[in-house]
């Protein structure tokens, strides 16, 4: 991966993360603020999963058309942009795989919790 293709990942995170992060800050700030806006300002959880899925799905849609069209012989598309696409579909779907255990994880011991 190039310099400029790391640098945009990681603009692209930082600007993820800050959707996400509350805008006060504090150990108190963030239960305050979901009970006074009660999700008015920040995304709700689902319509963030929602874009997040939506974006792996493009990622590899786009990198199935790109073989697609490599495979037909069309002149501009080379072996290289190809696998680089495919690898980038693949890590994107491994991390929703991950995100996707880890909240199921996360479901299984809350429901295992004795009340």
């Known amino acids: 991966m190039s310099d400029m293709q790391i640098s945009q990942v990681l603009a692209q995170i930082r600007e993820f993360s800050q959707t996400v992060r509350p805008s006060a800050t504090g150990p108190g700030a963030a239960a305050q603020g979901a009970s006074e806006t009660a999700g008015a300002s920040a995304p709700d959880f689902g319509a963030l999963l929602k874009r997040g899925i939506d974006q792996v799905n493009q990622s590899q849609q786009s990198a199935t058309d790109l073989a697609t069209q490599f495979e037909r012989g069309t002149p501009g598309v080379d072996l290289p942009q190809v ?33």
């Open 83 to 115: 696998m680089i696409e495919m690898q980038k579909a693949s890590v994107s779907f491994r991390a929703l795989a991950e995100v996707r255990n880890r909240l199921v994880s996360v479901y299984q011991d809350i429901m295992n919790m004795q009340m």
